[in-house]
């Protein structure tokens, strides 16, 4: 196979990569261009390289004047006032401005290493400025990295799933990898970590969450476990980040478990009223514009009974949102619907008569918080509310998609790990998801997961390849 | 507007496409897709012959196999286009002819060889294949002049009717409307004649694997153009025969020969390279009943520049006569073919081109950006 390292390989590389999403590559490729011998490992076949990142659409860049992209300017100022809301100020300030000041000349990196950038895709002006979209989405700008990578001599090694790192002292010996069953040892020396978060252990995430847990659905990789990441706090390194909590978002219930990616998400819900499994409304589902609420639905819905809530609207409003992968439930009147839905018609009937006869005049605009709104309503409807009256209804069910879970390892501003007696790692570095929480406290950022992870990879692979060769 | 099992993949595909978008970049089908909701039969025909089969999209496609949407849009596309030429072929009993197509072209041409060697040999006399014949309307010797602009305009015409009539059959069934509008005329025809979205974006096509490379354009076009040559060269040709009376064979420094000469080359160059490109190339991403059709046109125009050229070297000399019957049996049967070859393909792409231009201009959606 293409790229599959040759089976002699080097036990004892100057940097180990730990991962194969966005983060391991660019650690790898700086680490390889700076002198160092580099080893991938990446527990996912080759087909299903790439981790979470295989899904992503774009990043966001800093930039004080208007690029051969980026129109205007996305000032630093602007950036961390962004960043500032988001998190409500749990960010690690230094780091959080080292990611978008050296956000600012990651583009002509990426072009250099083979990424391509397209216009921002239709149906995403609200990101036109501040994000760069590659070309062919995230799963392109890995093929390239990998390419890349393997014509600078990085050896990959896929179907490789590291089990533990051997800590001593404030370093790290030893790396076992489990492949096809069989063991090996690597003593690299130095070790990147860039495995991404544990939204794919779903035992993980029932210590938390308990049997709900079960009905969520992973938006990404399966191969996110953070077997790398228990494995290093249970050794005494330093913890980052709520560990109960994710980021999550409202997503079609018929979503595959994992692997799912963007097309099973739902724009529909403003346009809509959400109901329980009661076939009961719970939340103003006009709030806000849809990517600023894009969240918070996600953890309503895995608050609902069964983690299951369904999102009702008519014909008026079937084109006003973007497609999605599979068809909405359709019926001639309310009672098919909610037959089709396994809930209650006569419940649901009341449901949207009681919405129907609150809903005040207004004139409807779906580009702007418009003043069509309801009356005496709990929970009120603040924008966007029409009556749903004209057949045929449809339905979507929702299901919480999760993205990223915030735990990860804390780390200096050289992405070196550090522990929790006070101390650092001296040949372990940390970037991408699994030392996002550093920076991203809570809340989400669109296009700051692919963007701290190439910062952090960079400065990673670099640090790391010093320390090696030095 | 027929439903196939290939039609309900291919719809499958379009939805998810129109979901996801990432591959909006690459080429005009997802732009295209971008412009409806749902799928009518008639659209799936007009966006499979629109996609130029560059792979760009496999490789990009963050659900391709093993994930288990198993999109694999261009192998999808490829099997939809096979399907739109049996469609539109006309007159309809002529559509067997695009099952095993690879076979039937083949086939045919050993037939259209054979048949100008027995014609040649039984109506005139064997010793006529022999003997050498040089000078003014030497040619005319092996093969009488009225036969020879009799079948040659006899299939060509009938090839030309047989390809405009599938092409209005498309147009009809893609969405009709007029055809007309410069701009619209001449951003297909700049489309077609750069192969503007044979090219993932600029950087080319994926032929074994995720790199890109631009060596199936340049064959492609060293095959076009070749072609363009060639035809060129029969036309001057006729013109000094017919209008100026200067009977075939020409000087090797004389126009015609030299269009032939540089034509053919470039025919050989190009179909040897698409050939071998198919034969080293990532299979995952194509059609695989349709190779057959790939490479029986690939064979046919091969051996019609390569007995082309070797005609001419050797037009003085006693192989001159064979030669040229199995130069003409080549170029017969290769028209005779045409409206039931992969040669459509160039047809209904042109038109799935212009349908495109046309419904750019109407939409006011930017044009696509085709380098970044
Ligand atoms: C559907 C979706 C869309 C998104 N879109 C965007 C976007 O447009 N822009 C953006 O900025 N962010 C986006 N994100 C977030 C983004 O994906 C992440 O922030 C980013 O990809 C993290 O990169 P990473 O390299 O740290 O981790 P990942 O890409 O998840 O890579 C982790 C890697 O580690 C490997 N691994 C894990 N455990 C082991 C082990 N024990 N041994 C060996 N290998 C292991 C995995 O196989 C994987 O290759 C999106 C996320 C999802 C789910
Ligand atoms: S081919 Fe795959 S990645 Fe490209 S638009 Fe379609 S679904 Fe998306
Ligand atoms: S032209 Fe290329 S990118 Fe476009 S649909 Fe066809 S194979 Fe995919």
Redesign the pocket.
């Known amino acids: 196979m293409p790229g599959e390292a040759p089976l002699a390989l080097n036990q004892t590389p100057d940097v180990l990569v730990i991962g194969g999403g966005n983060a391991a590559l660019c650690a790898a490729l700086t680490a390889r261009e700076a002198g160092a011998s580099v080893l991938i490992l990446e527990h996912a076949p080759r087909e299903m390289r790439g981790g979470n990142s295989r899904h992503t659409r774009n990043l966001r860049l800093m930039h004080e004047g208007p690029t051969k992209l980026l129109g205007d300017s996305y000032s630093e100022k602007e950036y961390w006032d962004d960043l500032m809301r988001v998190t409500k100020g749990k960010t690690d300030e230094k780091l959080a401005r080292t990611t978008i000041r050296l956000s600012s000349d990651l583009m002509p990196w990426m072009e250099r290493h083979g990424v391509r950038f397209q216009p921002s895709l239709t149906g995403t002006l609200d990101l036109s400025r501040t994000n760069a979209f590659f070309l ?2 995230g ?1 392109a700008l890995l093929n390239s990295y990998y390419t890349t990578a393997e014509k600078l001599g990085v050896s990959v090694r896929y179907g490789a799933e590291v089990q533990e790192l051997k800590r001593d002292g404030n370093e790290i010996r030893e790396v076992l990898v489990s492949r096809e069953g069989v063991m090996e040892t690597f003593r690299p020396k130095t070790v990147v970590v860039a495995s991404g978060g544990f939204q794919a252990n779903i035992a993980w995430l029932k210590e938390i969450w308990g049997d709900a847990a079960d009905n969520f659905i992973i938006r990404g990789t399966p191969y996110a476990k953070g077997r790398v990441l228990k494995n290093l706090l249970d050794q005494g390194i330093a913890s980052v980040g709520d560990p109960s909590q994710f980021h999550a978002v409202a997503i079609d219930a018929r979503a595959p478990k994992f692997d799912g990616g963007i ?1 099973t998400r739902l724009d529909c819900v403003p346009f809509s009223i959400v109901v329980n499994q009661e076939a009961q409304r719970f939340y103003d589902e006009g709030q806000d514009m849809w990517p600023k609420r894009y969240a918070i639905w996600g953890r309503l819905v895995a608050q609902c009974a069964g983690q299951t809530a369904y999102s009702i609207f008519d014909a008026k409003s079937v084109n006003l949102f973007m497609p999605s992968v599979f068809p909405a439930k359709r019926a001639d009147n309310l009672p098919g619907l909610a037959q089709q839905l396994g809930l209650d018609p006569i419940q649901l009937e009341a449901t949207v008569a009681q919405y129907n006869s609150a809903v005040a005049a207004g004139s409807f605009n779906p580009r702007v918080l418009d003043d069509c709104h309801t009356d005496g309503l709990v929970p009120p409807k603040s924008h966007w509310a029409r009556r749903i009256d004209t057949p045929p209804y449809y339905a979507y069910p929702l299901r919480p998609g999760i993205t990223f879970t915030y735990l990860g390892i804390r780390i200096d501003e050289q992405a070196r790990a550090l522990t929790t007696d006070g101390g650092a790692m001296t040949n372990l570095f940390a970037a991408g998801e699994i030392m996002s929480g550093n920076i991203l406290g809570e809340g989400y950022l669109a296009g700051f997961g692919m963007t701290l992870g190439s910062v952090f990879g960079r400065i990673a692979g670099k640090e790391a390849a010093h320390h090696a060769i030095k | 507007m027929q439903s196939s099992n290939t039609t309900d993949e291919a719809r499958r ?1 379009l939805e ?2 129109n ?6 970049g690459f080429c005009a089908v ?1 732009p295209a897709i971008e412009l409806r909701r749902s799928f009518t039969n008639g659209d799936l025909n007009y966006l499979a012959n629109l996609c130029h089969n560059c792979r760009g ?2 490789y ?5 196999p093993p994930h288990e ?1 198993a ?1 694999n ?1 261009p192998k999808t596309l490829a099997e939809l286009r096979g399907e739109t030429y049996v469609e539109y072929a006309w007159p309809k009993p002529f559509a067997v002819f695009f099952k095993k197509n690879g076979t039937v072209v083949s086939i045919a041409t050993a037939l259209g060889i054979a048949a100008v060697f027995l014609l040649t040999a039984g109506l005139q006399s064997p010793q006529i294949l022999k003997d050498v014949h040089t000078g003014p309307g030497a040619f005319y010797k092996v093969i009488p002049e009225g036969a020879m602009i009799g079948v040659a305009l006899g299939t060509t015409g009938f090839a030309i009717l047989a390809m405009v009539i599938g092409a209005i059959r498309f147009w009809r069934d893609t969405g009709g409307g007029k055809a007309t509008g410069l701009h619209a005329l001449a951003t297909a025809a700049r489309d077609v004649l750069t192969l503007r979205y044979l090219g993932g974006a600029g950087d080319g096509c994926n032929n074994r694997d995720e790199q890109f490379s631009q060596t199936r354009r340049v064959y492609h076009h060293a095959l076009f153009y070749g072609f363009t040559l060639c035809m060129g060269s029969t036309t001057v040709a006729a013109i000094y025969d017919h209008i100026l009376g200067w009977p075939a064979p020409y000087a090797f420094l004389s126009v015609p020969v030299l269009l032939g000469t540089f034509g053919g080359i470039g025919m050989m160059i190009g179909t040897a390279g698409l050939y071998w490109l198919k034969l080293v190339g990532d299979q995952t991403p194509t059609a695989r009943k349709w190779m057959g059709s790939d490479y029986a046109l690939l064979m046919q125009l091969f051996l019609a520049a390569a007995t082309g050229l070797a005609l001419l070297v050797f037009r003085s000399s006693s192989a001159m006569g064979a030669l040229l019957a199995l130069h003409l049996g080549i170029i017969f049967s290769f028209f005779a073919m045409m409206p039931y070859s992969k040669f459509v393909h160039g047809v209904y792409r042109s038109a799935a081109l212009l349908r495109y231009a046309h419904e750019r201009r109407n939409s006011g959606q930017p044009e696509v950006a085709t380098h970044s």
Request: glycine share 8%.
């Open positions: 062919g989405g799963k097309v | 595909l998810i496409c979901a996801c978008r990432y591959c909006e997802f999209c496999y990009a496609c963050q659900y391709a949407f999109i849009l």
